[in-house]
């Protein structure tokens, strides 16, 4: 069975740290995967995403130089370190994992394997 478990949301307040966790089981690691997040009415959009390696990243404009995407290639884990959070980064938070090869993109459609989503919430 193909699985993908996030961990690691929380409640912290703006300049605050989270790192969300994703456990991916039932597959290799030798596709592209992304975390994307979403907030009620609005379409999910691509945070990061990295290569089967881990060793290329990309990342959206909203959170370069705050965010960090990593891979525990032997352990097919997936991290998402977040800095410096802001309130607009409150959303629900997706891993995902693509189902084929190619150059890793921060496209929702490019993705066929989706966790259940952990909650972020940054206030004051």
Partial sequence: QV?????????VQPGGSLKLSCAASGFG??????WFRQIPGKE?????TT????????????VKGRFGISRDVPNNV???EMNNLKPEDTAMYYCASDYTYR???L??????????GTRVTVSS
Avoid: F, H, I, N
């Fill in 3 to 11: 699985l993908l478990a996030e961990s690691g949301g929380g409640s």
């Fill in 29 to 34: 690691t030798e596709y592209c995967m992304a």
């Fill in 44 to 48: 999910r959009e691509g945070v990061a």
């Fill in 51 to 62: 290569s089967p390696s881990g060793g290329r990243a990309k990342y959206a404009d909203s």
């Fill in 78 to 80: 997936l991290y998402l």
């Fill in 103 to 105: 150059t890793c993109r």
């Fill in 107 to 116: 496209r929702p459609d490019d993705y066929a394997v989706w966790g259940q």
